[in-house]
């Protein structure tokens, strides 16, 4: 690694300000994914500004249907809060779901969704249940969020503090996972509300996590998995490497997003 100075900051407003004092810093929360980076050395921040210690960044908070999970929060944290399962027990899967034990108790949510990897867990939740990311600045809607591969609508100095939604009627979640790493070779989440159904695949797409229109729309016809049969998808725009191609991907969305609305219907 190369040498880097490390800063502890206890709020929000102090990270920020550390950062813009540093030549080419880095916010860093769970460490998962930008330690890993720069062992490769394919990272080398002048400055780390851990956000691991602030206050303001931590818990999860249900209050009825109304979610709050500060970004901060662990994936463990989310795999084992008992109000969240109550009421939105997808969500807990999926973060339970997520690497193994280590990565799970380490990476937080606020890491996960800036850093929009192609094939993370956590951009798909934040899709289909129509999630507001808050930030140091705005709030966004998912939507607006990511934008494309390891894209978001961040700004360099700009701080993930928590995500919020309102739990749907229903919602559930389906991972092929790669069988060494856990992260998704395909993997899709549902969520219906009396409005219609959204759904939202990551691991699959050339451009990141996206939402599948065309499931969206024969879901909220009839949320059965038996309305996907005989659906078939593109395989243009998938992406295609040494674990799957375009054609095996598009097949995998579709069988992932039975499954997923299936864990939805209880079963
Ligand atoms: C072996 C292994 C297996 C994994 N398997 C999976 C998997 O199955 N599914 C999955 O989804 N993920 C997986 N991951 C990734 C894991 O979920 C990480 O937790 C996640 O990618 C990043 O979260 P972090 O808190 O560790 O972020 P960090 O590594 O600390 O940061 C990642 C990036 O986000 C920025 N950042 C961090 N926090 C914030 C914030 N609050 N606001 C703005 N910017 C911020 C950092 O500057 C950096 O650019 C795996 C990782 C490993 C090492």
Redesign the pocket.
Known sequence: MYQTTYHRASSVAEAVNLLSEAADG???????????TMKQRLAAPSDLID?RHIPE?KGINVDGRDVRIG??AT?AEVAGHEGLAAICPAICHLAG????PH?RH???I???I??N?P????PAAMLALNAMIHTSKRALSADEFFTGLFGTA?EED???TAVSFTAPDKAGYAKF?NPA????LTGVFVAKRPEGVRVAVTGAGEDGVFRATGLEEALSNSFDPSALDGITLPAEGLMSDIHASAEYRANLIVVMAKRAVQAAMGG
């Open positions: 880095k916010f860093v929360s769970g460490g998962q994914t930008l330690i890993p956000l960044l970004a901060g994936h779901h997520i690497g193994d990565v380490m990476g937080t606020g890491g996960s800036a850093n990897d094939a993370a867990d956590y961040l700009e701080i993930v996972p790493s856990r992260y998704a």
